[in-house]
């Protein structure tokens, strides 16, 4: 991850010693950029992906709805699960430590697009910003690859949880009734074609506005459910002890790591700041502390009442610790089921927020700048194309309802890459403060760490993956968390 050229850890466009780079080479890098720029902006003239997904209208706080919307939701959930790899302490450092680290890493990409634009080459795509900065090809494809698969991942993970969740809310109202998984995905799938139909991430400003919403209305029930179960007459036996085994402890702390990165990041903050109406610099700051303020509120509780509640014992998911498959559940049913609800339309908002970068591709590929959004031109290979990737994405839920071991690989080797290596490399890259300030060496440090982390958490994920593999079941009638 340290570019191209061959020189090591996050080379500084500034040579050691030199504020800038000598004349000659500085007037063809400008020479360079400047046409670059003029080249960008008139191949985004052309551009339906950007004129009509990407369309910049919005403000800080639309910016901040779709950042909340992206980071916060129900994978919070599994953060009592991240806690019990690591203990209290350990557990609740790195919780604060990876929140740190995020919004550090977002808040240094929004301040490289912010100096991109200033100097006319305004990026809206992640895939585009990175290749620029890294000034190689290969990154363009990397970048594309990695992202594309983090969201249609978890486009299928929103379906499938969602279907999950009704399928939890009818068999509580038919026990024996004859629906099966598959039925509910069906039911999800055609409200998302529905609903995918909103023509741009703009859109989706209300929409993003009700998740963040609906989050602190979870995470709420769900906290109070958790004090109630543990503080009951016959609590949960709670042990918060570690395995014994020191290979298993450490794997098992890499793999809550892993999951911590899934929980914090989304990867595609430079398309959610393109949603911004020019110029957008300093608008994204603004975004990020709504987000984390949210964050704060909607992350720690669940966290520490869940783990707090069932120990070691805590499922990947508490809500299936709440409601066990032996026994009643743990707290009210109506409690439960609203709690379930809010996680169902919060699911569809999160599904649409991460269609949002396929939808672009599609868009750039098949629709005609110069004629009208909702042309008959460009609205039916719209309406028939996001209605494909929906269904693509079902059925691939259908055949693979796996949930709790998928979140930690995604995070190894999705997030961790794209945002908390990458943003740190292109600041270094791109800033190019000097290498000995106290931001150049924090951002080689959180480099070199998240690197080993990342690979050892693959590794962790994987073999956890791989451990499990006996309860997975092709076309399950039950989603294996």
Not at 307 to 327: C, T
Request: with cysteine; glycine share 8%.
């Amino acid at each position: 991850m340290a570019g191209t050229g061959g020189t090591p850890l996050l080379p500084s466009p500034v040579a050691a010693g030199h504020s800038v780079p000598p004349p000659a080479v500085a007037s063809t890098v400008f020479d360079v950029e400047a046409s670059a720029g003029a080249y960008r902006h008139d191949k985004r003239a052309a551009d339906a992906g950007a004129a009509f997904v990407l369309e910049s209208k919005g403000t800080w706080w639309h910016a901040g709805f779709h950042l909340t919307t992206a980071i916060v939701g129900p994978t919070v959930l599994t953060l009592p699960y991240a806690l019990r790899g690591m203990g209290w302490v350990l557990g609740l450092v790195a919780l604060t430590a990876v929140a740190a680290v995020t919004f550090y890493a977002y808040y240094l990409m929004s301040r490289v697009l912010d100096h991109c634009e200033a100097k006319g080459r305004r990026h809206i795509r992640f895939r585009e910003l990175a290749a620029d900065v890294l000034g190689s090809g290969w990154v363009f494809y990397l970048v594309v690859t990695v992202q594309t698969a983090i969201n249609a991942g978890i486009t299928i993970g929103s379906i499938l949880l969602a279907a999950d969740c009704l399928q939890i809310m009818y068999s509580n109202l038919a026990p024996n009734g004859p629906l099966k998984l598959y039925h509910f995905i069906i039911v999800v799938a055609v409200v998302l074609s529905f609903l995918s139909q909103l023509p741009s991430f703009h859109s989706l400003r209300y929409i993003n506005l009700g998740s963040l919403l609906l989050s602190f209305g979870y995470t709420i029930l769900v906290s109070a459910a958790c004090i109630r179960a543990g503080a009951s007459s016959n609590p949960p036996v709670k042990d918060y002890s570690l395995s014994s085994s020191k290979s298993e402890k450490t794997l098992n702390a890499f793999l809550s790591i892993s999951i911590l990165a899934s929980v914090f990041g989304n990867g595609i903050l430079p398309e959610i700041q393109a949603t911004l109406a020019p110029p957008a610099a300093g608008k994204m700051m603004k975004a990020l502390v709504l987000c984390y303020t949210v964050v704060f509120l909607t992350f720690y509780f669940p966290a520490i009442t869940g783990y707090w509640a069932f120990g070691n014992q805590v499922q990947s998911n508490v809500l299936q610790s709440l409601m066990p498959d032996e026994g009643p559940s743990l707290a009210p049913t109506w409690l439960l089921g609203l709690a379930v609800v809010l996680v169902l339309l919060q699911l569809l908002a999160i599904a649409l927020v991460y269609s949002q970068v396929a939808y672009e591709i599609m868009e750039k590929n098949s629709a005609d700048a110069a004629s009208g959004r909702f042309s008959r031109r460009n609205l039916v290979p719209r309406v028939l194309l996001r209605t494909a990737y929906v269904a693509s994405c079902a059925f691939v839920a259908a055949m693979l309802p796996f949930f709790g071991d998928i979140v930690g690989v995604v995070g190894a080797f999705g997030f961790i890459p794209l945002d908390f290596v990458l943003p740190v490399v292109m600041y270094n890259m791109a800033i190019a403060p000097p290498r000995r300030s106290p931001v150049y060496l924090a951002n080689v440090a959180i480099m070199i760490v998240f690197t080993g982390v990342g690979l050892v958490g693959a590794f962790a994920s994987v073999r956890k993956l791989a451990l499990d593999a006996g309860q997975f079941k092709l076309f399950s009638s039950n989603v294996v968390n």
